[in-house]
């Protein structure tokens, strides 16, 4: 049994934790990430809330409120922030099933994990280039009340999607080493679609009240 144990491996070339090691990689019931990320998600939430609000009131308080056009790259890059939740998804299937010894799963659950990584990227880049365009009609932080909001919604959101692709790279990092849990792969994904989620209902908002 012993010697079964030592020379067992992962289909990542490092030795398989036996036993009561495996199981916890596996099955790791420590409730640490999981209240930091929801109380992150609530933080944040309650964030957003007090902005909106702030918006509501600012706009029906003054005569000084200009409407304007939102830059056409935000569509893409909710596309693409959309799309990096499914490939992040992908990723969570194929590390599970790298767990149950699935030849080939865990390089797939690395390819995906790195698409996802790409995709909020982008999505940040695209936002950057959505200032330019706004800087480039006239629109800057302090032009008018509806540019502000727009420009502080968006840079708000920006740096906690930031904070998402700092824990997808420790993800990324903890899969190479054969040490990820799957706690911490949930925990993780649950702040990154909590941001897809976020976006739809700024966009919804900047589209109704900008």
Sequence with gaps: MHGERQSGGNDWGNPAPAGPNLRMLQDDSSPASRTGVWVAIFAITMTFLAFTSAMVVRQGSAADWRHLALPPILYFNTLALLVSSFVLEVARRRFRRSLAGAEGQRAAALRALYSTLSLGLIFI?????????????????????????FYVFTAVHGLHVLG?????????????DGTLRTSTLKATSHYWHFMDVLWLYLLLILRMKL
């Design 164 to 176: 998402g692709l700092a824990g997808l790279i420790y993800v990324i990092c903890k899969l190479r």
């Design 125 to 149: 880049a695209g936002q950057y280039v959505a200032w330019l365009q706004l800087k480039a009609a006239g629109l800057y932080l302090a032009s008018n009340p509806s540019s502000s909001f």
